[in-house]
């Protein structure tokens, strides 16, 4: 993903204005066309349901900063991630990233 990193036709916000809860997301993509969706959760907050917009297709956690195999208290990895109609609903930890993947777009 460093081959755009001087451009932004490697960098898309998802949502740059979620202000009141602290949470972030963005997109970025490599030359080939490959992305990585990316969610911070940077209050201390755990948002359930929260609501992100992405394309429709089956997701795989490439990271979780929050994991129980990282030393967190969440378990993302054992999760299912689905976006339907464009928009994933997650429960989001606090103080936590999250790296997805579409491995299978609907």
Not at 38 to 57: M, Q, R
Not at 77 to 104: D, F, T
């Amino acid at each position: 993903f460093y081959e755009l990193d001087d451009s932004w036709s490697g960098f898309n916000w998802i949502n740059a204005n979620d202000d009141s809860r602290n949470v972030y997301s963005y997109v970025r993509k490599d030359a080939s066309g490959n992305e990585i969706f990316v969610i911070l959760n940077f209050s201390l907050s755990e948002w359930h349901n929260y609501k992100v917009a992405l394309p429709t297709g089956d997701y795989e956690v490439l990271l979780a900063s929050n994991d129980i195999s990282n030393g967190g208290y969440f378990d993302v990895y054992n999760q299912k991630y689905q976006s339907i109609n464009n928009e994933m609903s997650l429960n989001l930890p606090a103080i936590c990233g999250i790296y997805l993947r579409n491995v299978k777009r609907n």
